[in-house]
């Protein structure tokens, strides 16, 4: 028969004779060690950076357990992202990457992240991880593995404007978690995938839209939107998530071998995000993008500010009560660091 060889301790097995039966036969719930394979799904496409932080992820994962523990990441052509975090919660899915975005609409609370900013560290500190991971534990059975942070989040527009009153009339695409902001400032909002938003622009429909650096770059939005409003209004970056049944599933030296992983893939996940924000930046001349920056600091900052404070206002504090408003006030007020220009560093820091 066939001999699976798992000798940790050097002895070399003997061939099993007829008479002299080698240990027993695994059982059912203990598969001997079997390779474990988690489905996993992330919201973007092969080719951007969220899924080459999340599949870098997986490979190294594959790595340090030597197959034991694999992740079969796939994108939204298999699961369509706003469906991912439903799919972890029902147990289809072990492993998601994605953004709280998605899913607002169930979720108010997860739009804190985009207002954050500091350093993993700090983030950990003020209690935002905890948090959206308590928050994750109730509603979908799923727990926080780690964050992979993307850049910037930004207003991209046909034509510059020069002062918050501009935007008066327009009309944008916008993912829910920025709409408040923008219809606070009296412009329409509405949503849609990149592709259409493309074809809105191009047709007149919409005259500008939200959305990250990385994906203003790799959609070429720069053709149809050259110019950038300045600060940044949001954070970008993907939240890794895994099923709490899954997890617990695991045998206690591949939950190790999990988080250690998670850990080391920190450096290089920010590393990749940062070769590729740098080279956007280094090309966005000779592309026609152009910066504009409000005329005053304090017109600045007041923009900036209206982003938070309409999302609690307008979201959280309707949806959710005084309670949940005054606890994530009280993180956003640890993590609160303006943005200031182009922010070609992963995290922004205090100092």
């Known amino acids: 028969g066939l001999m699976v060889a798992g000798c940790g301790d050097g002895d070399v097995a003997e061939e099993p ?83 709280t975005a998605y899913y607002m609409q169930d979720m108010p609370e997860g739009g804190l992240v985009y207002y954050c900013w500091g350093s993993r560290e700090e983030r950990e500190a003020a209690g935002l991880y905890a948090y959206l991971d308590e928050l994750h534990r109730e509603q979908y059975n799923c727990t926080v593995l780690a964050e992979a942070a993307a850049g910037t989040m930004h207003v991209f527009m046909k034509e510059p404007i020069e002062a918050i009153e501009d935007f008066a009339g327009k009309r944008f695409r916008s993912p829910p978690a920025y709409m408040a902001g923008l219809e606070d400032m009296g412009a329409t909002t509405m949503f849609m995938g990149d592709a259409d938003t493309i074809d809105a622009l191009q047709s007149g429909v919409i005259d500008g839209a939200i959305t990250s650096m990385i994906t203003y770059d790799s959609w070429q939005y720069f053709e149809l939107t050259p110019y950038v409003i300045y600060p ?79 999302y609690i206002e307008q979201v959280v504090r309707p949806l959710r009560g005084d309670e949940v408003a005054e606890k994530i006030i009280a993180i956003h007020d640890q993590l609160n660091y303006p943005p200031k220009g182009r922010i070609s560093g992963t995290w922004q820091s205090a100092n």
């Open 17 to 99: 004779t007829e008479e002299e039966p080698v240990g027993e036969e695994p059982t059912e719930e203990e598969p001997a060690g079997d390779p474990i394979v988690w489905e996993g799904a992330c919201g973007w496409p092969e080719g951007n950076l969220h899924r080459e932080q999340a599949q870098l992820f997986a490979d190294l994962l594959a790595e340090n357990t030597n197959g034991e523990l694999t992740i079969n990441l796939v994108g939204p052509e298999t699961f369509p992202g706003p469906e991912q975090i439903q799919l972890i919660y029902d147990g289809t899915l072990d492993f998601v990457a994605t953004v």
């Open 232 to 310: 940044a209004m949001a954070f970008n970056a993907t939240t890794f998530f895994a099923n709490l049944d899954s997890i617990d599933a695991l045998p206690d030296h591949l939950k190790d071998a999990l988080y250690e992983t998670l850990e080391e893939a920190q450096e290089p996940m920010d590393q990749l995000a940062i070769g590729q924000l740098q080279d956007i930046y280094a090309s966005s001349e000779e592309k026609g993008v152009v910066d504009v920056n409000f005329a005053s600091e304090e017109e600045a900052e007041e923009y900036y500010a209206l982003w938070f404070d309409t």
